[in-house]
């Protein structure tokens, strides 16, 4: 979706994106995808220690994305004295899968992206969002348009965010919002200690 997106409609999505699901990448001891160095002009990857791929082959993940399977040579693998950093197969050398480029690099991208303060501040308006999403579909019955045609169906819809802030003003009126913020019993605990 990110490369779809923006390839046919310009639109960047701003989003998180699943971490990298390996082993390594979760426990933070090992080399996860990212600490290999992808040259795409030569079909070859290079692992932190400086040995290149022996094998680059194109195939399909179980979804039927494309992939390409990148497997280094089992001497290479064998001899390296941080092995278990990189793979736990007993005999078998060190693999790794990854999209094709176009997706990979904006995968990448998105990773690194979603860990800056930009992203943070960007995506904390999507909070907000997601309220008032959550309240037009419990309470206005927001995903079922009641018209046939785009006038009226947009026409549904300016009725129904009208009726969102009457109901959130008239709550607003009804129900003074605290002066101080609740803190759990826990929380102050954990705050004074």
């Known amino acids: 979706m990110l490369v779809a997106s ?4 310009g639109v960047h999505l701003v989003g998180p994106v699943a971490a990298d699901p390996s ?3 979760r426990e933070g001891t090992g080399y996860a995808q990212s600490a290999f160095t992808i040259d795409w002009e030569a079909h070859a990857a290079t692992c932190p220690h400086g040995k290149q791929s022996r094998k680059w082959q194109p195939d ?3 979804t039927g994305q494309e992939v390409i399977q990148i497997r280094f040579a089992k001497k290479d693998c064998q001899a390296c004295p941080v092995r278990p950093a990189c793979t736990r197969a007993k005999t078998e050398p060190r693999t790794i899968t ?11 991208a998105a990773r690194h992206d979603q860990t800056t303060a930009a992203f943070k501040t960007q995506y904390a308006t999507r909070a907000g969002i997601e309220s008032t999403l959550s309240q037009g579909v ?3 019955d927001l995903r079922r348009s ?3 045609g785009l ?3 947009h026409l549904q819809h300016i009725v129904i965010a009208v009726g969102i802030n009457l109901k ?3 709550a607003w009126g009804t129900h003074p919002q605290p002066t101080k913020p609740y803190i759990s019993p826990f929380a102050a605990l954990v705050s004074s200690g």
């Open 60 to 62: 399909r993940d179980v």
């Open 23 to 25: 082993w390594q990448a």
């Open 168 to 170: 959130r003003v008239m």
């Open 146 to 148: 009641r018209y046939i």
């Open 151 to 153: 006038a009226k169906t």
């Open 138 to 140: 419990r309470a206005f």
């Open 98 to 108: 990854v999209r094709t480029q176009t997706y990979y690099e904006a995968l990448q």
């Open 6 to 9: 923006s390839r046919d409609y």
